[in-house]
């Protein structure tokens, strides 16, 4: 693997090194093709708060599962 190059973050939680699950899902390798312009990302997670600052306006489509038992036609 090419070592990944530096990318300008400004970011308060990467330079202070408290965004240390970034290495995990692998975000600093991706730096070197996008920082996001333009770019789609699915997220499944158990429940996000689109009014969030960081996430308002950003969050385009939503499904619930609450309540669907495993159903998947009872999502929402």
């Known amino acids: 693997a090419s070592p990944v190059p ?3 973050v400004t ?3 990467v330079v202070e090194g408290l965004a240390w699950h970034l290495d995990g899902i692998g975000a600093r390798r991706a ?3 996008t920082l996001g312009s333009r770019i789609v990302v699915a997220v499944v997670d158990s429940g ?3 009014a969030h600052p ?3 306006g950003q969050v385009t489509e939503s499904i619930s599962c609450i309540g ?3 159903d998947p ?3 929402q």
């Open 6 to 8: 530096p990318v300008s």
């Open 11 to 13: 970011d308060p939680a």
């Open 31 to 33: 730096w070197r093709y």
């Open 48 to 50: 996000i708060d689109a």
């Open 54 to 56: 960081d996430l308002l």
């Open 68 to 70: 669907a038992a495993g």
């Open 73 to 75: 036609t009872a999502c």
